[in-house]
Nanobody, 117 residues
Framework: VQLQASGGGLVQAGGSLRLSCAAS????????MGWYRQAPGKERELVAR???????VYAESVKGRFTISRDNAKNSVILQMNSLKPEDTALYYC????????????WGQGTQVTVSS
């Protein structure tokens, strides 16, 4: 199952963006879906993840501002980003695990998010 992220762009600080991840096949049997990001000169970091049962985990830096959700019927994962900050600027990647695993094993192509101050 391949993943394609979209919805990135340029936004002012305090604004919102909604990232979408479209899967090429069914994600209903995939336990773990999530979003990573990588800023220039920094390591890739986990932003948020969601299990098949709906349990979520967020990076401390985005708690209270970002919300991850999944729609198994539409084979999609959404990252709603509010109150954006310049430090949220990065390339955002959708990621998935395999089967019932709690480990990520595949990352799709990213979408750029740029937050201006």
């Amino acid at each position: 199952v391949q993943l394609q992220a979209s919805g990135g762009g340029l936004v002012q600080a305090g604004g919102s963006l909604r990232l979408s991840c479209a899967a090429s096949g069914s994600i209903s049997s995939i336990n773990l879906m999530g979003w990573y990001r990588q800023a220039p000169g920094k390591e890739r970091e986990l932003v948020a993840r969601i299990t098949r049962g709906g349990s979520t985990v967020y990076a401390e830096s985005v708690k209270g501002r970002f919300t991850i959700s999944r729609d198994n019927a539409k084979n999609s994962v959404i990252l709603q980003m509010n109150s954006l900050k310049p430090e949220d600027t990065a390339l955002y990647y959708c990621a998935r695990g395999s089967g019932s695993s709690y480990d990520f094993c595949y990352w799709g192509q990213g979408t750029q998010v740029t937050v201006s101050s």
